[in-house]
């Protein structure tokens, strides 16, 4: 069941370093929420704090709260490990595991938790890979490397590992940038299917994808370079593309900087 994301007062360091600052924003169940920004100014930092992802890195600590449903996710009770389970990654460049088979990379998550029987596993993946609209193209080399299969192809394959182990929200940090554009297309309209089940967050630099996928677009800037990013405005996409509130939105989006 997709769930509601809301983000309140969150700050988030590094050791001494401030990145984001005061960020307040809600994410709807079963929707698209885009983040866009220059570089640097903590986007994809606030994306990997929605399932303490970014703690993997040493020193990195967050002020403010992140409510997954109600439930405070860095509440002292809650184990970081079942948070990544029920929040799931798509990282920017695909990675599957290159040596493993291909259904042995979309079951890794559901053997990690255990599930050991052969044919809900195999049904898994095969749910899985039609869920991603990849099954048609792997059904018959289920057993060949991930590794073997084209960009788009892996990418795919990293959302339907993802998905397999049937989280309630989706995290994508720029899935299509090392992609090409008829691969890039095809996430795109995998995106739109997947929101019918899940509560999706993608950072991207691409302008007309955020248009074209979000159903609400969310604005990261900095005030100066060393200064923490912070949240400019959010807002429904069509909004924020042809009427944003602030100036620096509406320099951004049409290429003044960034």
Request: aromatic share 6%.
């Amino acid at each position: 069941m997709a769930k509601r994301l809301d983000l309140k007062d969150l700050n988030i360091f590094y050791t001494k370093f401030h990145a984001v600052s005061n960020v307040t924003l809600s994410v709807p169940p079963k929707s698209v929420t885009a983040f866009i920004g220059p570089s640097g100014c903590g986007k994809s930092t606030v994306l990997r704090s929605l399932n303490r992802m970014h703690e993997v890195t040493p020193g990195a600590r967050v002020e403010g709260s992140v409510l997954l449903d109600g439930q405070d996710i860095y509440d002292s009770a809650i184990d970081p490990v079942g948070v990544r389970r029920t929040i799931g990654m798509v990282f920017q460049r695909p990675n599957p595991f290159p040596t493993m088979s291909i259904r042995d990379n979309v079951v890794a998550g559901l053997k990690l938790q255990g599930m050991r029987n052969k044919k809900k596993l195999d049904d898994a993946a095969e749910n899985a890979l039609r869920g991603a609209n990849l099954w048609e193209e792997v059904k018959d080399r289920l057993d060949k490397p991930g590794g073997g299969l084209s960009g788009g192809q892996q990418q795919r394959l990293c959302i339907a590992r993802a998905t397999a182990v049937e989280p309630e929200v989706l995290l994508m940090d720029e899935p299509c940038s090392a992609l090409d554009p008829i691969s890039t297309l095809a996430i795109e309209d995998l995106i739109t299917e997947l929101k019918k089940d899940f509560t999706i967050v993608i950072v991207t630099h691409n302008m007309q994808q955020a248009a074209r996928v979000s159903d609400q677009t969310a604005f990261f800037n900095l005030e100066a370079q060393g200064r923490p990013g912070q949240l400019v405005e959010i807002d429904r996409t069509e909004k924020i593309f042809s009427n944003p509130s602030q100036k620096s939105t509406e320099d951004y989006i049409s290429g003044r900087f960034g």
